[in-house]
């Protein structure tokens, strides 16, 4: 595994594995890996002859400093964990690297109706963010696809709207959420609960879970509010959003009632100790 810093150094990696025909994965990541993150390699891997994980820190994308500042920082710990996984590249630019080359200039998206939803409206800023450093590490790293996890449905759907506006010659594949045994979805902010706070956090999925055995039979906004009352009482947990909208585009329900041949999706952004958590299952 080579670990590259400079963006000049993995574009000649790059160049040299296109001479060869070689097809390239890419996995963009902010570290703190876990299984999930390993998942998106082990299935890269499987898909193309080489793969190329990047861990960066996007400052740009938190719109809190606080949450900037507490975000686990493990790269040590990340680069022995990628050793496990058929992992060929690690890509670690800094901030200067990666905002002040020349190379990597990219002009501003206008990301539309999914800044204005769910994550969007809550977090200003956040998702300007994350297309500007996807769309610059894809200029870095040229990838043939791109890896990303549902665990963050909205943000896979705002880089498909990256790719398809630009369009940029790259494959996005979708990937399934890791779970701990207690269904908690994996995720780095998870090191920040407690573990009486991780177990509890296993009612996030067992709401959700209600919610999908339960779609049909009660309609949308009442399986809404029985699961919240079941599940995820205040307190423990802070309630920011539970919705449910049509899995294709995160459009909201025309009327609190179900339709026949249509996809939906649930998704949930609840606190929990302090610690935003998000998830979503596909009904
Ligand atoms: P992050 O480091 O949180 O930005 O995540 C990097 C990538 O890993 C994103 O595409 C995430 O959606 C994905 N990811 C995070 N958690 C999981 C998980 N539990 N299962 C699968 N993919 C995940």
């Known amino acids: 595994m080579q670990v590259f810093k400079h963006i000049l150094d993995i574009q000649a990696f790059i160049g040299d594995a296109k001479l060869l025909?070689?097809?390239?994965?890419?996995v963009p990541t902010m570290g703190a890996l876990h299984e999930g993150h390993l998942s998106l390699i082990e299935r890269a891997s499987k898909e193309c002859d080489i793969v190329i994980m990047s861990i960066f820190i996007n400052p740009?994308?938190?719109?809190?400093?606080?949450?900037?500042?507490?975000?686990?920082r493990t790269l040590a710990q990340d680069l022995e964990l990628l050793k496990s996984v058929p992992c060929d590249v690690v890509f670690t630019p800094t901030v200067t690297e990666m905002y002040e080359n020349p190379l990597l200039e990219v002009a501003p998206l206008n990301i539309g109706y999914l800044d204005t939803v769910l994550e969007g409206s809550r977090r200003p800023g956040h998702y300007a963010g994350v297309v500007m450093i996807v769309e610059k590490l894809l200029k870095a790293v040229s990838p043939d696809?791109?890896?990303?996890?549902?665990?963050?449905?909205?943000?896979?759907?705002?880089?498909?709207?990256?790719?398809?506006?630009?369009?940029?010659p790259i494959q996005l594949v979708?990937?399934?959420?890791?779970?701990?045994?207690?269904?908690?979805?994996m995720s780095s902010r998870n090191m920040r609960l407690s573990a009486a706070g991780k177990e509890t956090a296993g009612q996030i999925y067992k709401a959700l879970s209600y919610i999908r055995e339960n779609k049909g039979s009660i309609s949308p906004n009442e399986l809404c509010v029985m699961a919240i009352h079941q599940f995820l009482p205040k307190p423990p947990f802070e309630m920011e959003y539970l919705e449910i909208r049509h899995a294709h585009d995160l459009s909201g329900l025309e009327s609190d009632q179900w339709q026949e041949d249509i996809d939906y999706v649930v998704l949930i952004a609840a606190w929990l100790e302090g610690v935003r958590l998000i998830d979503n299952l596909e009904l």
């Open 21 to 26: 025909n070689k097809k390239i994965g890419f």
């Open 60 to 72: 740009t994308q938190f719109n809190n400093q606080e949450d900037f500042d507490k975000y686990p």
């Open 145 to 168: 696809a791109i890896y990303m996890g549902l665990k963050d449905y909205q943000q896979v759907k705002v880089i498909d709207h990256l790719i398809k506006t630009k369009e940029l």
């Open 174 to 185: 979708g990937c399934h959420t890791l779970r701990e045994p207690n269904g908690v979805a």
